[in-house]
C-alpha cells in the first residue's frame, strides 16, 4: 500500500510572492492563446490561490484522488485561468498545457469540468450553485467523522443568486466548521459594479446572521489569506467565511478596478505590456521592494 502525504507547504513568504507573479505572469500568457475568456477576476485572486495550494489545503498534485484531500470548490467558474494556472504550477499538468485554454479538444475547458482533469472537484460555470456543492461535501465529511475540509470561491456577483442564501443558511443550520467561503470581492461583474446593480451591503452581517463566522482581509495579501485560513480552523460551532477584498486586474495597472475586463482577454499587444508590469514587480520582489 502507498502511504500519500501532502505535499510539503511553502513558508517564505518571498517565494510565495514570486509564485503569485509567475501564476499571473501564466494566466496572461493563456488567455491570449485563448483569445477569449475573463481576465479582472483571475489576476484579483491570484494571492487566494496562491496561498491555498502551496501552503493551506491538504493535497497532492501527485495523487488527485486521494480521499484524505482537501477540496477546493471554484463556484465562480468563469476565473479559472488563476485555477488551472496555480494546478500547473504546484504541479497537476505541465505548465505548457496552459496554452491548450479553450481550444478544442482541450482539458481546460472555459468553465472547469471536473471529467476532464484530475484535480478538479467540481463542474461550474453557471453561478449560485458552488456553496450548494461544497456544503454538502462538508457535511458528508461531518457525518463521516472525518478531517477533510471544503473551500468554497465564490464571486461576489453571485451572492445575487437565491441558492447561494439557501446554502449558507444550510450550512449555518448544520455547523459546518469543516468549510470555508471565500467571496470574491472585487465589486465588478459584467456588466459593471455590484453595488449599482444590486447592493449586497451589509454583507458580513448577512452572513453573520446566517450563523457564520466572518472574516475580512486584504487579499491581496498572502499573509493575511494564510492567517485568515489559520483563524477559520480554530472555529468549531459554524462555518466561516473569508470575504477576500481585493483589486480586480490586480498587477496589470490598465487593467486594475475596471470592470470592462471581467470578461474579456488581453490581445497579444496588450498582453506584452501586461506581462513587462508584472516582470518588474517580480524583480520588486525579488529586492524586496514590492
Same mark, same amino acid.
Request: proline share 5%; charged share 20%.
Given at each position: ?14 517565494? /510565495?510572492?514570486?509564485?503569485?507573479? *509567475? ?5 496572461? #500568457? !493563456?488567455?491570449?492563446? =485563448? $483569445? ?116 468554497? /470561491?465564490?464571486?461576489?456577483?453571485? *451572492? ?5 442564501? #439557501? !446554502?449558507?443558511?444550510? =450550512? $449555518? ?118
Amino acid at each position: 500500500m502507498v502511504t500519500i502525504k501532502p505535499i510539503k507547504k511553502v513558508t517564505d513568504l518571498k517565494q /510565495l510572492k514570486l509564485l503569485a507573479n *509567475q501564476i499571473r505572469q501564466d494566466l496572461i #500568457e !493563456a488567455l491570449v492563446s =485563448a $483569445g477569449s475568456g475573463h481576465t479582472a477576476g483571475p489576476l484579483g485572486m491570484a494571492d487566494v490561490f496562491t496561498a491555498l495550494y502551496f501552503n493551506v489545503i491538504k493535497h497532492n498534485p501527485k495523487y488527485p484522488f486521494w480521499e484524505e484531500r482537501d477540496r477546493v470548490v471554484l463556484s465562480n467558474g468563469h476565473i479559472c485561468p488563476v485555477l488551472y494556472s496555480t494546478m500547473a504550477n504546484v504541479g497537476y499538468f505541465p505548465r505548457k498545457e496552459l496554452k491548450t485554454l479553450r481550444h478544442f479538444g482541450t482539458r481546460l475547458q472555459g468553465h472547469p469540468h471536473r471529467a476532464a482533469l484530475p484535480g478538479l472537484e467540481t463542474t461550474s460555470g453557471p453561478l449560485g450553485s458552488g456553496l450548494s456543492q461544497a456544503a454538502g461535501m462538508a457535511y458528508a465529511f461531518q457525518m463521516d467523522n472525518k478531517k477533510n475540509r471544503v473551500y468554497c /470561491l465564490m464571486s461576489d456577483g453571485e *451572492q445575487e443568486a437565491g441558492q447561494t442564501w #439557501e !446554502a449558507a443558511m444550510f =450550512a $449555518g443550520k448544520n455547523k459546518l466548521r469543516n468549510l470555508v467561503g471565500f467571496i470574491d470581492r472585487n465589486n465588478i461583474q459584467i456588466d459593471g459594479n455590484t453595488e449599482d446593480i444590486m447592493p449586497l451591503e451589509p454583507l458580513a452581517d448577512k452572513y453573520r446572521s446566517f450563523n457564520w463566522h466572518v472574516i475580512e482581509i486584504n487579499a491581496n495579501n498572502i499573509q493575511a489569506i494564510i492567517d485568515a485560513c489559520n483563524e477559520s480552523a480554530t472555529i468549531y460551532e459554524k462555518p466561516t467565511l473569508i470575504i477576500a477584498h481585493n483589486i480586480p486586474g490586480k498587477g496589470v495597472s490598465f487593467m486594475e478596478n475596471d470592470f470592462l475586463w471581467h470578461g474579456k482577454p488581453p490581445t497579444a499587444e496588450q498582453a506584452k505590456v501586461a506581462l513587462a508590469e508584472l516582470k518588474v514587480w517580480r524583480e520588486n520582489i525579488m529586492k524586496n521592494r514590492d
